[in-house]
C-alpha cells in the first residue's frame, strides 16, 4: 500500500508523537516535508522520521509555494496559530489533522469548517481521549444501553503540581493573552468534547460557569519569596515550596521537553550547567510560580443543562497534589465510574433480588496519564485519521470537524458564563 505523504507544520511534541506513531509505529505515512522557525526542531523531523534538509522549511509561504505535494497536515502550531496556518492548506486541498483547540472563537470555528467543507478536505482535531480505551469503553456501554438514559455526568480533571507549572502557570499557556486559549479551552476542551460525545443523543442549550486565578497570585508568595528560585529566593523559603525549581525541574523534571524549549536546543542536549544558567537568567520557568504573571485560572466549575434535561458538571483545579481524570455517568438503569489515571471503571447496577447495588469492573493497562500517552489514545487517534485520509469507514470515536463543533462552543460559551457572571443559552 503506498504510504500517506504527509507535513507537519509546527514540530513541537504533539505534533511529532503523532507523526511518530504514523509513521514509525503504524506505517502508514511517510513524512515528506516539515515546517518549524525553530531549526533544532527541523533538525529533530530529519533526524525522527527522514525528512530531507531541502524539504524542511522555516515558513509556510514556501511549501504552499510549491502546489499540493502531499495527502495531508499534521499541524500542532500553537492555539493562536491554528487558523492562520490552517486555512491556506484548506484552500490547497490538503486533508488535516489539528491540534486542539482548533480556534478560540465561535466564528474562527465555523470559518474553518466551511473551509475544509467548501474544498473538500477531511479535518480532524486531536480529542486524542475519545480513543482511549478507558473512554471508549464507556461509550461503548452506554451505546449498548447498559446504563439507559442518561441522567447526568460529573467529570473533573486534577491537574498536578509540576504539569500545572510547566504548561499553565509558567509555561506556554500562562496567558490568554499570548497563547490565545483560556485554562478551560487549553486543557478541558477534552472534557467538555467527551461530556458532548458521550451524551450525543441530545444537545447541550445552556452553561454556567464560575472560577477565577485566586491561588496562584503574588499575594499567595511564601512570605520573603524571591523573583527567581535559584537568584534571590531563600533556602528556608525554598525548602517548603512544592514549586521549587532545583527539585521540580532540576532533580524531578517529569514533563522535560516543555521547559528547556527556551534554550534553543532539543531538551535531551540541554547540559545541567546550560538548564541552570537558563533558570538564573531568561528562563521563564526560572521565575516564582506565584510571581510569573500569568492571567488564565486556577480554578474553574461548569453546570451544563441538555435539552433533554440530563445535566453534567465539569471541574478544574490547578496544582493538585494527586493529578487525574475522575468520571461519573448515572443513567436510568445504572451508573459507570472511573478513574483514567488508574485505569479503573466500574458499571453499576440495581439487583432487584437483593434491593442492592452490584458492580462489574474493568482495568486498564495503560495509565501514562500526564506524562504522555493519553491513556493508549494516540495511536488511535492518528490510525482513524490515516482511515479517514484512505477514505475509509472512520470509528465511532471520529473528531471530525462537524462532531467537535458542540465541545468547542461550549466552552467558549462556559467561558463567558464565567466572565460575565451568568447564564448562557446555546
Known sequence: MNKIKTIIVGCGDRACVYAREGAINLGLLEIVAAVDPDEERLRYARESFGVTEGSCYKDIKDVLALGKIADCVINGTMDQLHLKTALPFLEQGYDMLLEKPLVSNGDDLLLLKRTAEQNGCRLMTCHVLRYAPFYLKIKELILNGEIGDIVNIQTSERVGAAHSSMSYLRGKWSKESECGSSLLLAKCCHDLDLICWLNNATAPVEVASTGGRDYF??????????????????????????????????????????????????????????????????????????????????????????????????????????????????????????????????????????????????DFNDVKGETGGHFGGDKGLINDFCQLVLGQQPSISCTSVQDSITGHLLVFAADKAMKENKIIKL
Open 217 to 362: 497570585t503574588e499575594s499567595k508568595a511564601p512570605k520573603g519569596a524571591g523573583t527567581r528560585c535559584l537568584v534571590d529566593c531563600p533556602e528556608s523559603v525554598r525548602k517548603n515550596c512544592i514549586y521549587d525549581v532545583q527539585s521540580m525541574y532540576l532533580d524531578n523534571c517529569i514533563l522535560p521537553w516543555y521547559p528547556w524549549q527556551c534554550t534553543g536546543k532539543n531538551y535531551e542536549d540541554v547540559t545541567t550547567e546550560e538548564k541552570v544558567e537558563s533558570l538564573k537568567t531568561y528562563n521563564p520557568h526560572g521565575v516564582c510560580v506565584y510571581k510569573a504573571g500569568g492571567d488564565i485560572v486556577d480554578h474553574q466549575n461548569v453546570m451544563i443543562t441538555f435539552a433533554d434535561g440530563s445535566t453534567a458538571t465539569h471541574s478544574v483545579t490547578l496544582g493538585v497534589m494527586k493529578p487525574g481524570r475522575n468520571i461519573w455517568v448515572v443513567g436510568t438503569k445504572g451508573e459507570i465510574e472511573g478513574f483514567a489515571d488508574e485505569g479503573t471503571l466500574k458499571l453499576t447496577k440495581y439487583s432487584k433480588q437483593t434491593s442492592l447495588w452490584e458492580s462489574q469492573s474493568f
